[in-house]
């Protein structure tokens, strides 16, 4: 049998804030090829989760602790949907090829998310031009962008 617990989620918490990325999973599935993928992200606020989509499958987010904004944007990189799991809502499905990124608002947040398997890494076209930094700096600004984005908006670089 297989569990989230908090001693787990606690450590899992302390991972991500040891972690270059600051970031750290956990995964329920037995390995990359599963056909369903299953796994706990712990995330502090100041990981870069870059506009990405994955077309060939769904995203299902569940915040387990603290708040996460999620962003939909269109082709064009403008702002169409934004939802703060664990206040707006509990549970959000990204569909296939939509353009997303996500932020946590809260130091010690863990997002649980489920996905089709096999595991494939967002490749090259997957990964919004229109978003990319190039430094501590632009990331800082982008992350800040994320916290208060609002539908029709657009990320302009500084």
């Known amino acids: 049998m297989k569990q989230l617990n908090p001693v787990l989620l606690d450590d899992l918490v302390c991972q991500a804030q040891a972690s270059p990325r600051r970031r750290a999973n956990f995964n329920l599935h037995e390995d990359l090829a599963d056909p369903v993928q299953r796994l706990a992200i712990a995330m502090e606020p100041d990981t870069l989760v870059q506009v990405h989509r994955h077309p060939q499958t769904f995203e299902l987010l569940y915040p387990l602790r603290g708040r996460f904004v999620v962003l ?19 549970v959000q499905e990204n ?46 600004d982008l992350l800040a962008w ?7 908006e657009r990320y302009a670089a500084s």
Do not use: M
């Open 146 to 152: 994320y916290g208060k984005a609002q539908v029709g």
């Open 72 to 90: 939909h944007f269109d082709d064009a990189g403008v702002v169409i949907g934004r939802t703060v799991l664990g206040t707006d809502c509990q």
């Open 95 to 140: 569909p296939a090829g939509q353009w997303h990124a996500v932020l946590s608002l809260d130091s010690g947040g863990v997002i649980f998310e489920v996905k089709h398997g096999p595991y494939v890494p967002v490749g090259e076209g997957d990964t919004a031009p229109w978003c990319l930094t190039r430094n501590a700096a632009e990331t800082a």
